[in-house]
């Protein structure tokens, strides 16, 4: 027997091991098979998306049907006036975020620890963690309303 033969015959039975092993031990893979299906849906499949950035994307035929035009819209983005201001304002709002959001936070806890007033205390961690249980569109709202010229409550107290 040659080798190119007796190669093929070695995996077949490597392959067959392998399928007996995995059903003798099927329930181990049954464990898997949430975390399989939780990777498919939200990591791989989203990346079909991924392919616009290299098409000339049309609606009305699809990402399939759309023509492939490469690095096009990135050469245009990169050759962009504005491209360099849009990665300063980038980075600039993530160091930013970064420096606020990490420290602040922190310090707001041990001030709150720190504080007598057990009734001040419940004030500013509610007033602090309203804003994160309301949505943006209500809280918009509610501060137009409070805030309006005419008929606000703000403006009423003023008076």
């Not at 077949?12 to 498919?40: C, H, K, N, V, W």
């Not at 989203?46 to 690095?71: C, H, N, R, T």
């Not at 962009?80 to 993530?94: D, H």
């Not at 007598?116 to 249980?133: D, G, I, M, N």
Request: net charge positive.
């Amino acid at each position: 027997m040659n080798q190119a033969a007796l190669s093929k015959r070695t995996r077949r039975q490597s392959t067959r091991r392998a399928l007996r092993r995995m059903g003798r031990d099927y329930e181990l893979y049954l464990f898997l098979l949430p975390a399989l299906i939780y990777y498919i849906v939200f990591h791989f499949w989203p990346m079909y998306g991924v392919q616009i950035a290299f098409k000339d994307f049309i609606a009305i035929k699809g990402i399939e049907g759309s023509p492939w035009v490469g690095l096009k819209h990135f050469i245009r983005f990169v050759n962009a006036p504005s491209f360099w201001n849009l990665i300063r304002n980038t980075l600039g709002i993530s160091l930013y975020s970064l420096a606020a959001g990490f420290p602040i936070p922190i310090l707001l806890a041990l001030v709150l620890n720190e504080l007598r007033y057990p009734r001040f205390k419940r004030l500013v961690q509610t007033v602090s963690y309203a804003p994160h249980f309301i949505s943006t569109v209500v809280m918009v709202s509610m501060l137009t309303i409070f805030l309006n010229k005419n008929y606000g409550i703000v403006n009423q107290l003023r008076c």
